[in-house]
């Protein structure tokens, strides 16, 4: 009977003691905030981010992308966030943080950015189907689902930006970051009022998502600038590239970009 308490096993749900891993989206969510997780820990090593941060800054940092998104969705909703009352979230999103920071330079900084952005693009469409389902769930009429469905992949993001000095990623131009989300959001929607069942509407979003995303990220298709004042000048915004973004560039090109490593003189 006390190994039967400790673990209990339902249809729905697994849980040990207070964590709990399964259940209401918990799996998705999980998944969402180690990857995030991991992401903070890669973006707050990046030279755009880097502002001599301490070992354990750069733990915080993990912990606000990954745990940033959902709590701000949760609170949005009237909750107490999940991470606070299931251990699993932190516990998971502190791991994911030490395998980023350990990561950040195991390949150089090129084999970072590669990586940062796989899983960026892994852990984006997830949030945002997690967000759209709480706020289906919570009543919330179509235009404030798609909100959340935006809000819990893209504010752990803007909290490590904001932290690090950066405009948020939102603002700037880039592959789609908010549209995308959105988008996800959207398809999640659309398959749920065709009466798909849970894990159709998860795997159709998260594929549209995921495939889009990681499509931009290679073609570089980006957000169009707003139109500028004249004898505006553009200065480069240092954001690294991927792909056929980053094909033929020179060694400046690429040192200016900051994914060359500097080797210290002898």
Request: proline share 4%; glycine share 12%.
């Amino acid at each position: 009977m006390e190994a039967q308490s400790a673990v209990h096993v339902a249809t729905a749900s697994l849980n040990v003691g207070h964590f709990q891993w399964t259940g209401s989206g918990t799996v998705l969510d999980l998944i969402a905030a180690s990857t995030n997780s991991l992401n903070g820990a890669l973006l707050a090593r990046r030279p755009d981010h880097y502002k001599n941060f301490t070992v354990v800054g750069i733990m915080l940092m993990a912990l606000l992308m990954g745990l940033g998104g959902g709590m701000t969705r949760d609170v949005l909703l009237s909750e107490i966030p999940g991470a606070l009352t299931n251990p699993a979230y932190i516990t998971v999103a502190i791991v994911a943080g030490i395998i980023g920071y350990n990561l950040a330079f195991a390949k150089g900084q090129l084999f970072r950015e590669g990586l940062f952005q796989f899983m960026t693009s892994f852990s984006l469409p997830l949030y945002a189907i997690v967000g759209a389902q709480k706020a289906e769930a919570a009543g919330l009429p179509i235009l404030g689902v798609l909100f959340l469905a935006v809000v819990g992949p893209t504010a752990g993001r803007w909290y490590v930006d904001v932290s690090s000095g950066v405009s948020p990623k939102h603002f700037v131009r880039g592959e789609w970051f908010v549209g995308i989300a959105l988008l996800t959001g959207l398809v999640w929607v659309a398959c749920d009022a065709a009466g798909l069942s849970t894990w159709w509407c998860v795997g159709i979003a998260f594929l549209v998502g995921y495939v889009l995303r990681v499509t931009a990220l290679y073609r570089g298709w980006e957000e169009p600038l707003a139109k500028e004042p004249a004898g505006v000048y553009k200065h480069d915004d240092g954001r690294p590239l991927l792909g056929r973004k980053i094909k033929g560039k020179s060694v400046r090109e690429m040192r200016d970009l900051g994914l060359v490593v500097e080797e210290p003189s002898a």
